[in-house]
């Protein structure tokens, strides 16, 4: 059974750090683009970090505050966002895609909220 397990939101302050992790089981996650999306309340989910070969590329919003990582040993995704902004509130989804996009896979979200 493909699982992806989105953990580590909670509650923190403007300017504050989480990091989130993303455990896959039932595939292996080392050949896929792993990629973090966000949906706030009342907006459309957007991309925020991709992983895809060696690359990553991130959302405009994000650059020099979140990076993505993975540890293809664990199987698991990460997403390190530090300096946490209000405009960062929002649930976060891991997703994994296959290359030729046949296999698609989301997490359930995990709440993250940025305020003082």
């Not at 300017?15 to 990629?35: E, H, K, N, V």
């Not at 966002?81 to 929002?90: C, Q, Y």
């Amino acid at each position: 059974q493909v699982q992806l397990v989105e953990s580590g939101g909670g509650l923190v302050q403007p300017g504050g750090s989480l990091r989130l992790s993303c455990a896959a089981s039932g595939f292996i996650i080392r050949p896929y683009a792993m990629t973090w999306y966000r949906q706030a309340p009342g907006k459309e989910r957007e991309l925020v970090a991709r992983s895809i070969g060696g690359s990553t590329n991130y959302a405009d919003s994000v650059k020099g505050r979140f990076t993505i990582s993975r540890d293809n040993a664990k199987n698991t995704v990460y997403l390190q966002m530090n300096s946490l902004k209000p405009e960062d509130t929002a649930v976060y989804f891991c997703n994994g895609q296959s290359a030729d996009r046949v296999r698609d896979y989301w997490g359930q979200g995990t709440q993250v909220t940025v305020s003082s």
